[in-house]
């Protein structure tokens, strides 16, 4: 295991208003950032699908959409799609499930397996979103640079005029 803590690209030191360039590297790699937002991969679930629309806006927005960075997402996307499939199941049958013998008595009372699958679900997802500093903790370390104003509809255009 490497001493330290690993190191931070650029783009979020940047983000976090720590960026001196005197500790900048001046070979560092720089991902080829997405210009627009890709569709979704298949096989995400429908919960996985709406989450890919709402973090690939906002890191794109930020200027952080790479193409190296899909799989990870998908995969976070993945896992918050499971989370909320296991959730419905634990819902449905209860945190508890009876396990009956082959003349349907009850034999014992076990916690529903789909609680620890939803908790492993719930625990890759988080892992993945401070990542890309999708959490609340996370935001707290990231600050907004200059943001190119959003062209104005024709009518905000129209009312704005002196």
């Given at each position: 295991m490497p001493p330290g803590r690993p190191a931070k690209p650029t783009?979020?030191?940047?983000?976090?208003?720590?960026?001196?360039?005197d500790r900048a590297?001046?070979?560092?790699?720089?991902p080829d950032l997405l210009a627009q937002i890709p569709e979704p991969p298949e096989g995400l679930g429908e919960w996985g699908v709406r989450e890919w629309h709402v973090?690939?806006?906002?890191?794109h927005d930020?200027?952080?959409?790479?193409?190296?960075?899909?799989?990870?997402?998908a995969a976070y996307c993945n896992e918050v799609s499971n989370y909320w499939e296991y959730d419905a199941q634990v819902k449905s049958k209860g945190a508890v499930v009876a396990i009956k013998n082959k003349d349907g008595l009850v034999v014992r009372v076990q916690k529903n397996p789909f609680t620890a699958l939803r908790?492993?679900?719930?625990?890759?997802?988080?892992?993945?979103?401070?990542?890309?500093?999708?959490?609340?903790?996370?935001?707290?370390?990231l600050t907004m640079g200059a943001i190119p104003d959003k062209p104005k509809s024709k009518m905000a255009q129209l009312m704005n005029r002196k």
């Amino acid at each position: 295991m490497p001493p330290g803590r690993p190191a931070k690209p650029t783009a979020v030191k940047v983000l976090e208003g720590t960026y001196r360039p005197d500790r900048a590297l001046s070979n560092e790699v720089q991902p080829d950032l997405l210009a627009q937002i890709p569709e979704p991969p298949e096989g995400l679930g429908e919960w996985g699908v709406r989450e890919w629309h709402v973090v690939c806006r906002w890191l794109h927005d930020t200027g952080n959409l790479a193409a190296t960075d899909l799989s990870l997402i998908a995969a976070y996307c993945n896992e918050v799609s499971n989370y909320w499939e296991y959730d419905a199941q634990v819902k449905s049958k209860g945190a508890v499930v009876a396990i009956k013998n082959k003349d349907g008595l009850v034999v014992r009372v076990q916690k529903n397996p789909f609680t620890a699958l939803r908790k492993d679900s719930l625990d890759a997802a988080l892992k993945l979103a401070t990542q890309f500093g999708f959490t609340p903790s996370a935001r707290t370390r990231l600050t907004m640079g200059a943001i190119p104003d959003k062209p104005k509809s024709k009518m905000a255009q129209l009312m704005n005029r002196k």
